[in-house]
């Protein structure tokens, strides 16, 4: 049966699926040479591999940022490996900015909405199917952690800022130029504002970090009245220094986002900014602890 197997059709399935040569082999071996039909065992063993490997830590990886020629749609997506050493490999990459591709043509509003979508054009395999393949050939858990698409509304424009490939931002500019609307989402990344205006900041963050600098007061010894003041001086200081409008514009200090907006006649009415893995809790292995363990096994 082995002999129906030519080199030339093991070459074709692995350039359809990633998978390894003797993987493909077996395969085709086990389908009697129906190319289609290997193609679907793979997959089915992809799955399989996918399945096991859902549950461990993806916090590295890239994020892909795309936007319409007209500036009017843009979407910024994450997509999550476990190791920094995937996250440079090139088909890992690809992957990415495929899904980013369709995502913004899609204009898909969710992950879920863009793993259901062709990986391109025509072709029947879902960038579901092709993120299970990819677990398949590379090893690890990967997963597209999240999008978010932005229209721009009538009046606005979108600029957007990449760090790398590990920051990235959107900002929806009324008024001004796209120039203006670059640096202020290269600040965003830079500065991390959580809110763009000072009343936006919750409720629940204030009294939170009120109750800090309330603690690190007290243990100045200092009378009550003098630590109204300083904690009214903290707070004060703080809502600037997470609100967008507040904060001292990172190419020219003296000046802040709210000033320079104010003297270009332009506001921000929105802006996303992604950092890869954010949130995600990390493993943390302790490799000597690791490498003593299994010296203690073989004693």
Request: with cysteine.
């Given at each position: 049966?082995?002999?129906?197997?030519?080199?030339?059709?093991?070459?074709?399935?692995?350039?359809?699926?990633?998978?390894?040569?003797?993987?493909c082999?077996?395969?085709?071996?086990?389908?009697?040479?129906?190319?289609?039909?290997?193609?679907?065992?793979?997959?089915?063993?992809?799955?399989?591999?996918?399945?096991?490997?859902?549950?461990?830590?993806?916090?590295?990886?890239?994020?892909?940022?795309?936007?319409?020629?007209?500036?009017?749609?843009?979407?910024?997506?994450?997509?999550?490996?476990?190791?920094?050493?995937?996250?440079?490999?090139?088909?890992?990459?690809?992957?990415?900015?495929?899904a980013?591709?369709?995502?913004?043509?899609?204009?898909?509003?969710?992950?879920?909405?863009?793993?259901?979508?062709?990986?391109?054009?025509?072709?029947?395999?879902?960038?579901?199917?092709?993120?299970?393949?990819?677990?398949?050939?590379?090893?690890?858990?990967?997963?597209?952690?999240?999008?978010?698409?932005?229209l721009?509304?009538?009046?606005?424009?979108?600029?957007?800022?990449?760090?790398?490939s590990?920051?990235?931002?959107?900002?929806?500019?009324?008024?001004?130029?796209?120039?203006?609307g670059?640096?202020?989402?290269?600040?965003?990344?830079?500065?991390?504002?959580?809110?763009?205006?000072?009343?936006?900041?919750?409720?629940?963050?204030?009294a939170?970090?009120?109750?800090?600098?309330?603690?690190?007061?007290?243990?100045?010894?200092?009378?009550?009245?003098?630590?109204?003041?300083?904690?009214?001086?903290?707070?004060?200081?703080?809502?600037?220094?997470?609100?967008?409008?507040?904060?001292?514009?990172?190419?020219?200090?003296?000046?802040?986002?709210?000033?320079?907006?104010?003297k270009?006649?332009?506001?921000?009415?929105?802006?996303?900014?992604?950092?890869?893995?954010?949130?995600?809790?990390?493993?943390?292995?302790?490799?000597?602890?690791?490498v003593?363990?299994?010296?203690?096994?073989?004693?």
């Amino acid at each position: 049966m082995n002999n129906m197997i030519s080199a030339q059709l093991i070459k074709e399935l692995r350039e359809r699926t990633g998978a390894g040569m003797m993987e493909c082999k077996n395969a085709l071996v086990a389908v009697k040479g129906d190319l289609d039909a290997a193609v679907t065992e793979l997959r089915k063993k992809g799955q399989a591999k996918a399945d096991k490997k859902a549950d461990r830590v993806a916090a590295e990886g890239i994020l892909i940022l795309k936007a319409s020629d007209d500036r009017r749609s843009a979407v910024l997506i994450e997509v999550n490996c476990e190791t920094d050493f995937v996250a440079r490999d090139e088909s890992f990459k690809a992957f990415a900015e495929a899904a980013a591709i369709r995502a913004l043509e899609t204009q898909s509003q969710s992950v879920e909405g863009v793993l259901a979508q062709p990986l391109m054009g025509n072709q029947p395999e879902t960038i579901e199917q092709a993120r299970q393949a990819l677990i398949g050939q590379i090893g690890e858990n990967i997963q597209i952690r999240r999008l978010n698409h932005v229209l721009a509304k009538q009046e606005g424009v979108l600029a957007t800022y990449m760090h790398g490939s590990r920051i990235g931002v959107i900002v929806e500019l009324m008024g001004g130029d796209l120039q203006l609307g670059k640096d202020i989402a290269m600040h965003i990344a830079a500065s991390k504002p959580q809110v763009i205006h000072s009343a936006e900041v919750p409720a629940e963050v204030i009294a939170k970090e009120k109750e800090i600098f309330m603690a690190q007061a007290q243990q100045s010894g200092k009378p009550e009245a003098i630590i109204e003041k300083m904690i009214a001086g903290r707070m004060s200081k703080f809502v600037d220094e997470v609100s967008l409008m507040g904060q001292a514009f990172i190419r020219d200090p003296n000046i802040t986002v709210g000033a320079l907006l104010k003297k270009a006649n332009a506001q921000v009415t929105r802006f996303i900014r992604f950092e890869v893995g954010e949130g995600i809790e990390k493993k943390s292995d302790n490799f000597v602890e690791e490498v003593m363990a299994q010296v203690r096994t073989t004693h």
